[in-house]
């Protein structure tokens, strides 16, 4: 059975069981936990203790309990690794050859790109999805998420034509 690594809205819907996607989520995640390890990405952890940060309304009790669903349900910490950073730098480079802004690559646009986060908005991605899709290249999971990521998706199976994207919210 494979492992999965599961983006920060499935867990979400997961933690939330208030939420309309919960039922989805739960039976996929109960079905899955016997046989195979359920991850989740500092960089999903971050988004999420910055969305707590955030909003006041976040803060105390709510974030306690999400901190201890995190620890029963997702013990699995997945770190960026070195691997991650190689997987990452590859599909990134794949996506500006794929998706070139107006105009193309001139040489300043491509030295700017390096230093500048905005590209995110050249290339049509969320930068933090690209990490999290470098996580579960680099270690063969599949990655859980209702993003479409159609975009990082396409640029990922040219690289990668075992990669593996499931929505447990449906």
Request: negative net charge; proline residues 5%.
């Amino acid at each position: 059975m494979p492992d999965y690594l599961l983006d920060t809205n499935t867990i979400r819907y997961w933690f939330d069981g208030d939420a309309g996607k919960f039922p989805a989520v739960q039976a996929n995640a109960d079905a899955r936990a016997a046989d195979s390890r359920l991850y989740v990405s500092v960089i999903t952890l971050g988004e999420i203790a910055y969305g707590h940060a955030f909003n006041p309304s976040g803060a105390g009790p709510m974030r306690d309990e999400y901190v201890v669903f995190v620890q029963r349900q997702l013990p699995q910490i997945l770190e960026v690794s070195r691997h991650t950073v190689e997987a990452y730098g590859l599909i990134r480079a794949k996506l500006a050859e794929k998706f070139p802004p107006h105009g193309g690559w001139t040489k300043k646009r491509r030295l700017e790109q390096l230093y500048d986060h905005v590209s995110g908005r050249e290339l049509g991605i969320d930068e933090n999805d690209l990490w999290i899709v470098a996580q579960a290249v680099d270690r063969n999971l599949v990655l859980v998420t209702s993003d479409k990521m159609k975009r990082i998706r396409d640029a990922v199976c040219e690289l990668y034509p075992g990669f593996r994207l499931e929505d447990w919210s449906e």
